[in-house]
């Protein structure tokens, strides 16, 4: 079946091996000047039953822009006016960081050290996972630079991530909010989505609460919308915004491992992006656990990707 129309011809779009939104690409991150970086992790430390499942999804996301590329400059409803209201706030793409299936160590080093050298540039990091193991490794990259600073996470995600450890395995996806608490300059962790089952116990349920962490599940963001979980961030808080796609609805997002009925909607994910950058500063970002093998006619790239889209244009606008 080639003989569908190319419809993103008709917006402009690029084609293949583009950058996300054809934004100019920073080949050296020694050397980077923009205010926002856009960098791929195709995995940190995949478990072994399942492998490095969403290493596809940095490019499938870049493929997915494609429609909005050439529209860059125009008038964006969701952004109030340009994605990037000047043209020295725009983000630039590193492409991505090197990845190997058989060296969870060296990509964990690598994650860490090119968030590192973002974040020692003056950048605000935009990473594109991959699966949910890749924030453990970003966050300790923030603890490196963090210079006594500590930090809020807004972790927004169907599932806690809070196993002790999964599969034999310390650094993987099911325990990366337990991670994260692990590390000193993470203050504060408010976790927004979650429903349904996934791997979590009870225990790790109750863990997470004796630590401190506030939940707001997604039902509860049905019925009290967003201000129960905004006023649980501090003003003037520098806060990392983790998404993971599972946590919109999967008729949304179909392209994930674990559909979730009940998931969240586009303008209140956005909202809660929006919502953080007003009481504090958005320091850096995850996108994670989009699988295009799993997506339905491109439909949850192009929502995760247009989500991405709509962050950056959040993160431009925000106070230095
Ligand atoms: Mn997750």
């Known amino acids: 079946m080639n003989d569908q129309p190319n419809l993103s011809a008709l917006y402009g779009a690029t084609g293949e091996n583009a950058t996300f939104l054809g934004l100019d690409r920073c080949e050296d991150l020694a050397a980077l ?7 791929g992790a195709p995995c940190a430390t995949p478990y072994k039953y399942v492998g490095a499942y969403c290493r596809n999804a940095p490019d499938g996301l870049r493929r997915a822009t494609a429609a909005l590329a050439f529209n860059i400059d125009c008038h964006d409803f969701d952004s109030g006016g340009p994605v990037f209201p000047r043209r020295e706030l725009r983000a630039v793409d590193c492409g991505d960081i090197a990845f190997d299936e058989a060296d969870s160590e060296g990509n964990r080093a690598a994650i860490r050290a090119a968030v590192a050298t973002i974040l020692g540039r003056g950048a605000v990091p935009v990473v594109l996972g991959g699966d949910d193991s890749i924030p453990i490794p970003m966050l300790q990259g923030l603890g490196d630079t963090a210079g006594g600073r500590r930090f809020t996470i807004l972790q927004i995600d169907a599932h806690i991530d809070w196993r002790p450890t999964h599969a034999g395995e310390f650094w993987g996806l099911s325990s990366t909010m337990r991670r994260a608490s692990e590390m000193g300059h993470v203050e504060r962790i408010i976790q927004v ?10 225990q790790d349920w109750q863990d997470a609460k004796d630590w401190g962490v506030a939940f707001v599940g997604a039902e509860r963001i049905h019925t009290e919308g967003l201000g129960t979980t905004l006023s ?10 983790c998404i993971d796609a599972d946590a919109l609805d999967p008729a949304l997002i179909p392209g994930v491992i674990g559909r979730a009925p009940g998931g ?3 303008y209140q994910t956005l909202g809660l992006i929006r919502g953080a950058a007003a009481r504090g500063r958005i320091a850096m970002m995850d996108f994670v656990e989009f699988m295009p093998e799993r997506d339905v006619d491109g439909l949850g790239a192009f929502t995760f990707a247009r989500l991405i889209t709509s962050a950056l244009g959040v993160i431009a606008r925000q106070r230095a």
């Open 193 to 202: 989505g979650q429903r349904g089952i996934g791997t979590a116990t009870g």
């Open 232 to 241: 649980l961030i501090p003003e003037g808080s520098e806060i990392v915004v």
């Open 33 to 39: 000047t923009a205010p926002i970086a856009i960098i």
């Open 264 to 266: 969240l909607t586009y």
